[in-house]
């Protein structure tokens, strides 16, 4: 069965800082790897996509992704109050099924001004 | 372009009750998808729509059925609602079903009494 994992936090970080959120993947021969953000009462929000290994830079935004260890990661440098949300780790299933995603449940992050 | 959209934004229904769940996008999309989202459980498929004229079950299908109308519109339906049912259901496209990047609509908040 095809597993994303997250830490359900709540993270919290001071203003300014660099917070950290992590993902775990079950399948090794998952492809495609996104971070959405999620605002209380909102939708998903797409922000990231990172499909090879290394880092991926987006503003203050970088995903690092780490296949041989099936991780995957999101830094938010520079945090600021309007960072605080659910972030929502999803990944493809190998094969390219067309049932798309796989999303964990996601990690609340709170930014303390 | 107003993305993907969805009507109603909030419903109340009694258990065995029907209604159905509009969902239309305008940025040409191939692949539409239908979530619930239940607080701890994260975002579950209900079915998805990889093209025009086709269908699947994803996750959790029991007590709904879909429609994709066209290109543009893929609607969601309960025949006789449930408590269970009670949820936030979202609406995502993406280009086709091996791109990936899913891009949601605002959702609706259903509550069956």
């Known amino acids: 069965q095809k597993e994303v994992e997250q830490n359900s936090g709540p993270l919290s970080v001071p203003e300014g800082a660099i917070a950290s959120l992590n993902c775990t993947y079950s399948?090794?021969?998952?492809?495609?790897f996104f971070w959405y953000r999620q605002y209380s009462g909102k939708s998903p929000e797409l922000i990231m996509s990172?499909?090879?290994?290394g880092d991926k830079e987006d503003g203050r935004f970088t995903a690092q992704l780490n296949k041989a260890s099936q991780y995957v990661s999101l830094l938010i440098r520079d945090s600021q109050p309007s960072d605080s949300a659910t972030y929502l780790c999803?990944?493809?299933?190998?094969?390219?099924?067309?049932?798309?995603?796989?999303f964990g449940k996601g990690t609340h992050l709170i930014i303390q001004p | 372009n107003a993305g993907v959209t969805q009507t109603p934004k909030f419903q109340v229904l009694k258990t065995g009750q029907s209604m159905t769940l509009q969902c239309a996008q305008d940025?040409?999309?191939?692949?539409m998808y239908w979530y619930r989202q239940d607080p701890g459980m994260g975002l579950r498929l209900i079915y998805y729509?990889?093209?025009?004229?086709?269908?699947d079950k994803g996750e959790v299908p029991n007590g709904y059925n879909v429609s994709r109308l066209n290109k543009r519109e893929f609607s969601l339906r309960l025949e006789s609602a449930a408590p269970s049912q009670t949820s936030v259901y979202f609406c995502?496209?993406?280009?086709?079903?091996?791109?990936?990047?899913?891009?949601f609509g605002p959702g609706t908040r259903l509550t069956v009494t």
């Open positions: 399948d090794r021969g998952s492809q495609s």
């Open positions: 990172i499909y090879s290994n």
């Open positions: 995502a496209s993406t280009i086709d079903s091996f791109a990936y990047e899913q891009y």
């Open positions: 940025m040409n999309h191939n692949s």
């Open positions: 999803a990944v493809n299933e190998s094969g390219g099924g067309a049932d798309g995603l796989t």
């Open positions: 729509s990889a093209s025009e004229g086709t269908t």
